[in-house]
């Protein structure tokens, strides 16, 4: 097959640009979330001034979803493709050294060139903590759900709600309006909840993809559980009612941890 | 002996007055220390606006010492004299309504009225949190020190310096200037550093009192044995020295945590 002057000088030019991954750990409490935005800071933006800053080219970068505001990282992945002689470590390096230190970026590789933080992630894990005592806490408060122990939250009652939601499941009941997908089905991997000593819970859920506001929404309704308000049998009928107005409140967001992304 | 009526007014009037020992946690971020300052916000002056909301009158509160700017506190204790009907359990509820989230009062009691929290006090515990990885952490930053780990710091070299400071010394090659005392000479009764993994380095220090900047200039110059700039007989030598200049740099404040005090 022939092959014209043009496409291969689009095959050279393809041949020089370099796809990144990074991974970032971010606390979310001074952000509007990931993604880009009019007029509000956003994690997304950060970085991308960063790279402008570094490679004089604008540099869009693709993560493998959006966190939102308040909420945090400790593996978010992202990528980019940039036509640089920089490293790798160069631009970890100069990341870091850009951004705030409310941001760091973990690591920092070449991948492959269709490699993409989205459409390739395989499954994604959440953290949400919980401290449940009679006071808060003035340390680390930024990074859990203070819920009052008037009535300790019942752990064995948690357990058993959170347990129907393993498997592949519809979790229209726990979507937030304006989830950008193609449908509500999700497959939960690992559904866990363990206490830490000193009231800290910590929630542990893995799935191959979330729903806007799917982890905070199923918290909250776990937390329903745990309290009393309803059963671990009425959290399974309100999963399968597929009706949100059926669900709990949506945790707020600064117990909510991004922990890792598998591919 | 005769008693005057004025001197039995005085006695009724003292009766009323009840001395109140509140404990506190706070993150101290956003402080400049412990004690009140004209144009700063501080500790001391948040809880006292509190304490004259809630009482209408103006209550000075003792602490048992200042902590600086940027310190922290899971265990300061303070005292309050008032001439009041309300409960401690209505004091510890109006003062965690009444300051932000970042001071929340652990514990208010009742407490004989010659109680003084600074001059009462048997002991107090400070820790000090150093993070010594390859990277820092964006989570939990504003809670330790982050040395980057070109070099892993010597932690048994450190142990040894530090078990120096065991016993009664006179402090003055580690005192910050401004201390308000009158001697330089302190007990330390445990002196300790743990690995808690992850590159977080615990130090304990226990003592009958510290001087001004004291636990920060000690840590300064165990950190340069850790990075192999003197040795752990060097730290003896300017534990000697009582000689200020010859000590390392004050370890910055986000890293030291009051933890407790003893009566």
Redo the contacts between chains.
Sequence with gaps: MPVSWSSLFILSKKKMMKNFKITI???GTSYHGWQRQKNERTIQEEIEKALLTMTGKKTVLTASGRTDAGV?A?GQVANFTCDTDLSPQAFQNGL?SLTK????I?SCDIVDENFHSRFDAKSKTYHYKILNRN???????Q?AWFIRKRKRLDLDAMGRAISHIIGTHDFKAFEGSGSPRSHTTRCIIKADIVEQGNGLMIFEIEANGFLRFMVRNIVGTVVDVGLGKITSGDFKKILLSKDRSRAGATAPPQGL?LMNVKY
Tied chains: 1, 2.
């Design positions: 750990e971010y606390d945090h400790l870091n230190d409310d941001i760091v973990i006071l808060p806490a003035a340390i680390d408060r990074y941890f």
